[in-house]
């Protein structure tokens, strides 16, 4: 895809609990694959503190790297941090999409998450790259991020999806649309939190419909 004489590069950013081929079936359906990069959270953090600011700013440098236009696609932490790289870097940012987002965190879902994960055993953080208390480090350390007063300096198309049974990111999701001037919402039936794992294809036409809006 080329637009001006520039190459567009997808970006695509899995949710804690995933893992980069989280993405592999979806990526695999759309016509864009080629230009797709899965990029890993747990690299991302490697050899750094477990803060959410340290996984933005290596994020950040990822972005930065690319000299192509970015399109960002994210699910859950992912979408946080795609929503806050296209907050800081307007211009960079060619389409984003947001998958089971938020914008303002909800505390007491964070800390009844963080109270979960500490019953959890170690094996279930290790197969995703991290160490359980690194994992309750990061969500500490989001429980007061709120990009509400900074949403409007977000100027290229939006998508944003959700599952019908995502309970806990359906309303945010849907509130996000009236925050973003140029953005659209798409919600996929039967399909709650993990919409890559649970709908691939459905989600690879979705996103493939806006990727064809935006060339």
């Known amino acids: 895809m080329k637009e001006s004489g520039k190459q567009m590069k997808f970006l695509y950013l899995h949710g804690l609990g995933q893992k980069p081929d989280s993405w592999d079936r979806v990526i695999k359906e759309t016509k864009v694959s080629e230009s797709s990069v899965k990029l890993s959270l747990a690299e991302m953090l490697e050899g750094k503190s477990a803060t959410y600011k340290e996984l933005y700013s290596a994020f950040s440098s990822e972005c ?7 399109v960002l696609c994210g699910l859950s ?4 941090l795609a929503l806050n790289y296209a907050i800081d870097h307007p211009n960079k940012v060619k389409a984003l999409v947001l998958i089971a987002a938020q914008y303002k965190m909800p505390e007491k879902l964070l ?6 994960f500490r019953f959890m055993p170690n094996t279930m953080f290790k197969q995703f790259g991290f160490k359980k208390v690194d994992v309750i480090s990061l969500c500490d350390t989001m429980a007061e991020l709120d990009f509400r007063d900074s949403l409007c300096k977000v100027s290229c198309p939006v998508l944003i999806v959700c ?23 798409r919600e996929l039936l039967k399909t709650s939190h993990e919409a890559n794992i649970e709908a691939p294809e459905e989600l690879a036409i979705v996103l493939q419909r806006f990727y064809d809006s935006i060339n």
């Open 163 to 185: 599952g019908e049974k995502d309970d806990a990111n359906k309303k945010a999701s849907k509130e996000l649309v009236s925050y973003l001037s140029n953005s659209c919402y």
């Open 77 to 80: 932490l992912g979408a946080v």
């Open 111 to 116: 800390k009844f998450q963080n109270m979960l």
């Open 64 to 70: 930065d790297n690319v000299n192509d236009e970015i």
